[in-house]
């Protein structure tokens, strides 16, 4: 997973407080993915950002959800007024190129967040 | 939404055995991809298949598209302690760009 880093590790929030996740992407990589981890669950795809862009966002829940990956500084993951079944690990992805050209796609180590 | 539907949940296996994993979706797939999960850490790429019926190996790994597009195995030969993990399938449907994940098999592998 060398490339992908995301921070924090680990995250605690009381119900009602805001949660910010970020991810930033391998050297080179222009896009970046979010997806949602439940405990003995896969992964869920959340949100699909091109620098300064959403280009899909299917997967998040309309409310207190939001992303976004500016031009400069990392993709960053917000969630407002947390509630506990936000409790998750939150991946990011990168990847050099949209991945219907059959680009590969690198994982972050996830922030695993928890609402008391 | 495209639903995957990965077994078994679980494998509980002696070191030296062989291993087979299997998914399959109701809808069709571009691509299918295998990733491993350890402890703490995100997924790591397996293997990666874009054609139907491609058969693909990495070292003792080896998955298969299948023919219908609508499912995939992977089958791992003589299992050694550091296999354990948990294994995902993953699709990727046509001109999409949301993966779709498994529920994974939890691999525990007895010395």
């Known amino acids: 997973n060398a490339g992908v880093m995301q921070n924090p590790r680990h995250l605690v929030r009381r119900r009602g407080q805001e949660a910010r996740l970020r991810c930033s992407p391998m050297?080179?990589?222009?896009?970046v993915y979010w997806y949602r981890q439940l405990p003995e669950e896969g992964l869920k795809f959340m949100v699909y950002?091109?620098?300064?862009?959403?280009?899909?966002e299917s997967g998040m829940p309309k409310e207190r959800f939001s992303a976004e990956f500016p031009k400069e500084g990392p993709s960053i993951l917000r969630i407002q007024q947390v509630v506990r079944g936000d409790s998750a690990a939150y991946f990011c992805?990168?990847?050099?190129?949209?991945?219907?050209?059959?680009?590969?796609?690198?994982f972050g180590d996830g922030t695993r967040l928890s609402i008391l | 939404g495209q639903q995957l539907n990965q077994s078994p949940q679980s494998m509980f296996i002696q070191e030296g055995e062989d291993v087979s994993m299997n998914c399959t979706s109701s809808?069709?797939?571009?691509?299918w991809l295998w990733y491993k999960q350890e402890p703490g850490e995100g997924p790591v790429l397996l293997i990666a298949?874009?054609?139907?019926?491609e058969l693909t190996s990495n070292g003792r790994l080896t998955a298969q598209f299948g023919i219908t597009r609508k499912d995939s195995f992977l089958n791992i030969s003589a299992s050694i302690p550091s296999d354990v993990g948990i294994y995902f399938c993953?699709?990727?449907?046509?001109?999409?760009?949301?993966?779709?994940f498994g529920a994974g098999t939890r691999l525990t592998v007895k010395p």
């Open positions: 992805a990168s990847s050099p190129a949209p991945l219907v050209g059959n680009q590969p796609q690198h």
């Open positions: 298949l874009y054609k139907a019926g």
């Open positions: 950002l091109q620098k300064e862009n959403i280009i899909d």
């Open positions: 809808s069709i797939f571009n691509t």
């Open positions: 993953a699709g990727l449907a046509y001109n999409n760009n949301d993966m779709r």
């Open positions: 050297k080179g990589h222009s896009h």
